[in-house]
């Protein structure tokens, strides 16, 4: 997905663009396959977005209003083919190719060019190319992390991590202890109440669930990503709010998973149909692993050992840049990154390189993407200028900073960020945040939606380089694309 949006933004400015992809197809791991390794990454059979249709759309490219609420992963692999053929971004590709190595080129110190060292994935041959600048598109989602725990080399039971389940075949009848109560969590242990024996779901500080479908039957990220939310209101009143909403569709406490850190301290987990597994007995929430044994486990509390068939952890991943050396760009300990706005290593002389989708909003990556890549096409344009490595220095600290006061730590808050207050810091950055208080004046009815109504990402094209003129019908309109699938006359 990120390395469509970089294609479009270079295709947009004229720029010469060349994508290597080392598999055989594009989608990334939107691209449902039955082995997935950290090689090719992929979603499960069952996976449904968690972000609505309207909320992931690509800014000048509205999902048919055919397409349902919420999209099967076929459907959101389906889009993405939509918008690449629509912008004529697939002939850019260059399949089986996967980048090994990137240096400074010779004369970086002038230019700022780089090379690249590609291997093509199915003869073995190594070439190499210099570019004026790169995009790095690789995903976060690729490197499965598994803990360790006492006595796990004692327990004799299958384990898996959640990237490698795909269905829930061969799980019937088994008793199969989850661990992590992220989106993979959640989504395997609904799915896998269905026929399992006894699904246990383990988690060692709680979880808030986040349903689809929020109040008055609108998308959970329809209803709460709105700039009056977050700019008017104050955070904790939202927090507190937030907190009643979730409640209400399910008491956290009494379901036995409620976390002590507020709702936003968290990567949102949006599941629906756990709280019905929860209280048929299905799925049992549990607290933290304490130790393994032979055949089970015993949690933090417990006294007795529960049996267990089958363990997956469903415990996140580890970010990496294989191909980068760690003075371009070094991960530390606990997944920790630190670029500016999450797309420049800050020290570097020349800015012609920047990661692309490696951010955990609290809404869609697909609009966050396709922001980065324009911004970094500005960039390299000369129509955005960076600040000095000083002052992204201190915005790095600064990010950081906000991160150790507002999130849990954990390694997966590494690169959390809130959705549109980031979408806007990057857009000011080249031009394309709306002027809502012109708009306020000029143009009162877009005005309502764009301030008290969803953050839709066509609000990046309404004025700015590249704004398209579609976007103001885009934005009045996305009701109708909303529910449309919905209709079949019995609502008039
Ligand atoms: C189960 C699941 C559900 C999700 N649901 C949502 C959702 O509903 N909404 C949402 O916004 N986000 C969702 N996400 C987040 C998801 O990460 C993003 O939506 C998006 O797929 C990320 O796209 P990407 O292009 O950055 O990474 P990827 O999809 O991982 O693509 C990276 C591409 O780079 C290629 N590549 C990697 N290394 C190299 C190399 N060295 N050389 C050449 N090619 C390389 C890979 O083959 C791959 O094609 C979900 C994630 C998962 C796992
Ligand atoms: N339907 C969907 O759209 C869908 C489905 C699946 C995944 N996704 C996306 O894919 C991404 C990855 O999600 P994910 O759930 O696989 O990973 P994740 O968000 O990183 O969650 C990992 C979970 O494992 C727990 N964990 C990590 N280390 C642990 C340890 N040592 N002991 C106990 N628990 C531990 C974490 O708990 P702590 O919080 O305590 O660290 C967290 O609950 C996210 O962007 C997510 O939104 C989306």
Same mark, same amino acid.
């Given at each position: 997905?990120?390395?469509?949006?970089?294609?479009?933004?270079?295709?947009?400015?004229?720029?010469?663009?060349?994508?290597?992809?080392?598999?055989?197809?594009?989608?990334?791991?939107?691209?449902?396959?039955?082995?997935?390794?950290?090689?090719?990454?992929?979603?499960?059979?069952?996976?449904?977005?968690?972000?609505?249709?309207?909320?992931?759309?690509?800014?000048?490219?509205?999902?048919?209003?055919?397409?349902?609420?919420?999209?099967?992963?076929?459907?959101?692999?389906?889009?993405?083919?939509?918008?690449?053929?629509?912008?004529?971004?697939?002939?850019?590709?260059?399949?089986?190719?996967?980048?090994?190595?990137?240096?400074?080129?010779?004369?970086?110190?002038?230019?700022?060019?780089?090379?690249?060292?590609?291997?093509?994935?199915?003869?073995?041959?190594?070439?190499?190319?210099?570019?004026?600048?790169?995009?790095?598109?690789?995903?976060?989602?690729?490197?499965?992390?598994?803990?360790?725990?006492?006595?796990?080399?004692?327990?004799?039971?299958?384990?898996?991590?959640?990237?490698?389940?795909?269905?829930?075949?061969?799980?019937?009848?088994?008793?199969?202890?989850?661990?992590?109560?992220?989106?993979?969590?959640?989504?395997?242990?609904?799915?896998?109440?269905?026929?399992?024996?006894?699904?246990?779901?383990?988690?060692?500080?709680?979880?808030?669930?986040?349903?689809?479908?929020?109040?008055?039957?609108?998308?959970?990220?329809?209803?709460?990503?709105?700039?009056?939310?977050?700019?008017?209101?104050?955070?904790?009143?939202?927090?507190?709010?937030?907190?009643?909403?979730?409640?209400?569709?399910?008491?956290?406490?009494?379901?036995?998973?409620?976390?002590?850190?507020?709702?936003?301290?968290?990567?949102?987990?949006?599941?629906?149909?756990?709280?019905?597994?929860?209280?048929?007995?299905?799925?049992?929430?549990?607290?933290?692993?304490?130790?393994?044994?032979?055949?089970?486990?015993?949690?933090?509390?417990?006294?007795?050992?529960?049996?267990?068939?089958?363990?997956?952890?469903?415990?996140?991943?580890?970010?990496?840049?294989?191909?980068?050396? @760690? &003075? $371009?760009?070094?991960?530390?300990?606990?997944?920790?990154? %630190?670029?500016?706005?999450?797309?420049?290593? #800050?020290? /570097?002389?020349?800015?012609?390189?920047?990661?692309?989708?490696?951010?955990?909003?609290?809404?869609?990556?697909?609009?966050?993407?396709?922001?980065?890549?324009?911004?970094?096409?500005?960039?390299?344009?000369?129509?955005?200028?960076?600040?000095?490595?000083?002052?992204?220095?201190?915005?790095?600290?600064?990010?950081?900073?906000?991160?150790?006061?507002?999130?849990?730590?954990?390694?997966?808050?590494?690169?959390?960020?809130?959705?549109?207050?980031?979408? @806007? &810091? $990057?857009?000011?950055?080249?031009?394309?945040?709306?002027? %809502?208080?012109?708009?306020?004046?000029?143009? #009162?009815? /877009?005005?309502?939606?764009?301030?008290?109504?969803?953050?839709?990402?066509?609000?990046?094209?309404?004025?700015?380089?590249?704004?398209?003129?579609?976007?103001?019908?885009?934005?009045?309109?996305?009701?109708?694309?909303?529910?449309?699938?919905?209709?079949?006359?019995?609502?008039?």
């Amino acid at each position: 997905m990120s390395g469509l949006t970089a294609i479009k933004a270079c295709k947009e400015e004229n720029l010469d663009v060349v994508c290597y992809e080392k598999s055989g197809e594009f989608g990334g791991l939107w691209r449902y396959h039955e082995n997935s390794d950290d090689r090719f990454p992929s979603i499960m059979k069952s996976t449904m977005s968690n972000t609505s249709k309207e909320m992931s759309a690509f800014s000048d490219f509205p999902p048919p209003s055919e397409f349902p609420t919420y999209l099967h992963h076929s459907t959101v692999l389906k889009y993405l083919e939509m918008y690449a053929e629509n912008f004529d971004l697939l002939g850019s590709i260059t399949y089986y190719q996967e980048v090994v190595e990137i240096i400074p080129s010779e004369d970086y110190g002038t230019t700022g060019k780089w090379l690249v060292k590609v291997r093509n994935t199915r003869s073995d041959e190594s070439r190499e190319e210099i570019f004026d600048g790169l995009m790095v598109c690789n995903g976060h989602l690729g490197y499965h992390y598994t803990p360790t725990y006492p006595n796990l080399d004692l327990y004799t039971g299958k384990s898996l991590h959640s990237s490698r389940y795909k269905t829930n075949l061969g799980m019937e009848e088994q008793r199969v202890l989850i661990i992590g109560a992220g989106n993979s969590g959640v989504d395997i242990a609904a799915e896998l109440a269905n026929v399992s024996k006894k699904v246990y779901l383990s988690s060692r500080r709680g979880v808030w669930i986040y349903p689809r479908l929020f109040d008055k039957s609108k998308p959970m990220d329809v209803s709460l990503h709105r700039r009056y939310n977050v700019t008017v209101l104050p955070s904790s009143y939202m927090e507190k709010k937030l907190e009643k909403s979730l409640n209400k569709k399910m008491d956290h406490k009494k379901f036995g998973i409620k976390p002590y850190h507020p709702v936003t301290s968290q990567t949102p987990t949006v599941n629906d149909e756990i709280q019905y597994k929860l209280l048929t007995g299905a799925v049992t929430a549990k607290k933290d692993v304490k130790e393994f044994s032979q055949n089970g486990v015993l949690f933090d509390g417990e006294e007795e050992i529960t049996p267990i068939d089958v363990v997956i952890f469903a415990t996140g991943f580890y970010i990496k840049f294989p191909f980068l050396t @760690d &003075d $371009i760009l070094r991960v530390g300990k606990n997944n920790k990154v %630190l670029l500016y706005k999450n797309m420049f290593p #800050p020290q /570097l002389k020349h800015h012609t390189l920047a990661v692309i989708g490696l951010v955990q909003p609290n809404g869609s990556v697909f609009p966050v993407a396709e922001l980065q890549s324009r911004c970094f096409v500005a960039v390299m344009t000369n129509k955005c200028r960076l600040p000095s490595t000083e002052k992204m220095l201190a915005s790095v600290r600064a990010t950081e900073g906000f991160r150790a006061r507002n999130y849990v730590q954990s390694p997966r808050h590494s690169i959390d960020t809130p959705w549109i207050p980031y979408m @806007d &810091d $990057i857009a000011e950055m080249f031009g394309v945040k709306p002027n %809502l208080a012109a708009m306020a004046v000029k143009d #009162p009815k /877009l005005f309502r939606i764009c301030f008290f109504g969803p953050c839709l990402p066509y609000q990046y094209r309404l004025t700015g380089p590249h704004k398209w003129e579609g976007a103001r019908d885009a934005i009045l309109n996305y009701k109708n694309r909303l529910y449309e699938h919905l209709k079949n006359g019995r609502e008039k």
